[in-house]
Every structure is written in structure tokens, then in C-alpha cells.
């Protein structure tokens, strides 16, 4: 207790973790979020429901050789312990998510969206969640994995 009479409390674990930003960040993200509520209105009602493109091969490609090169990334961050694991996880994980939903969404029917939601449910959901879990708790998954691989 201190001599005013108030306890000497732990700092607030938030406290400790706070990235001084310039306000004009904060408030570039609430504008950029509020922007979009209006342009996914628009969206909903001027889009058609098919839409023929070039170069669809290519985006998928694109997207993979990304995906490729995130998993790699993350995975070098993870063999040498590196402090850039948290945020390569953290792409890895939303790319992972993103790829999942666009498989699903993008498929056709039948056979094609089976095999999609099938990929996303045991392949790319659960990845997505392991990168998750090392981005929510890096030490602890770096400290586990190193001592069962020492073995």
C-alpha cells in the first residue's frame, strides 16, 4: 500500500503492450472502415452473379505462388525462432482464410464445391488455425515444438 492509502496494483498487461501510433493512423483505419460500409452496398446491388474473366488462371496462380512463399517465410521464422514468426503466421493464417472462402465460393456446383469445402475443412481451415494459435501464443508453441523435435 502506498502512504495515500491506494494499493500498488499490477500494470494492466494492455499497458505494457501499447504501440504509440500518431493519431492520424487511428483515425485512417476508422475512416477507411466506415468508407467501405457504403461500397459494399453498391457492390451488393451492381455485381453481377457471373462474370467471365481473363486471366482467372493466372489470379489462382499468383495467389498460390504467394501462398507458397508465406508458408516458406513462416516456416524459416519458425526453424530459427525468429521474432518474424508472429507476423509471417499472421499472413499465412489470412491467406489461408481467404483461400479457403474464395475455393468455396468461386466453385461449381457439385463435385467441384465438395471437393472445395473438403479442402477448406481439412486442409486449409485447420492450417489457418494452427497459425492462429502460434500468432496468439508464439513462445509457447516455439518452446513445445523445439523441445519435441530435440528429442
Do not use: K
Not at 451492381?46 to 501462398?67: C, E, K, M, N, Q
Not at 521464422?77 to 475455393?103: E, H, I, K, N, Y
Request: aromatic letters at 14%; one cysteine or more.
Amino acid at each position: 500500500m502506498r502512504e495515500s492509502g491506494e494499493s500498488v496494483a499490477a500494470p494492466d498487461p494492455e499497458d505494457g503492450v501499447r504501440i504509440p501510433l500518431p493519431r492520424w493512423v487511428t483515425l485512417l483505419l476508422t475512416v477507411v472502415a466506415i468508407a467501405l460500409v457504403p461500397w459494399i452496398f453498391y457492390l451488393t446491388f451492381t455485381l453481377p452473379s457471373r462474370h467471365v474473366t481473363f486471366h482467372y488462371d493466372l489470379a489462382w496462380i499468383g495467389f498460390d505462388v504467394a501462398l507458397t512463399a508465406s508458408f516458406t517465410a513462416s516456416a524459416w521464422a519458425a526453424f530459427r525462432g525468429s521474432q518474424w514468426l508472429v507476423p509471417l503466421a499472421a499472413v499465412t493464417g489470412t491467406m489461408l482464410v481467404c483461400d479457403a472462402w474464395f475455393d468455396v465460393v468461386t466453385s461449381q456446383s457439385g463435385g467441384d464445391m465438395w471437393e472445395a469445402v473438403a479442402e477448406a475443412a481439412l486442409a486449409e481451415l485447420p492450417l489457418a488455425a494452427l497459425c492462429g494459435f502460434i500468432v496468439y501464443d508464439a513462445e509457447t508453441f516455439l518452446a513445445a515444438t523445439a523441445n519435441r523435435f530435440r528429442r
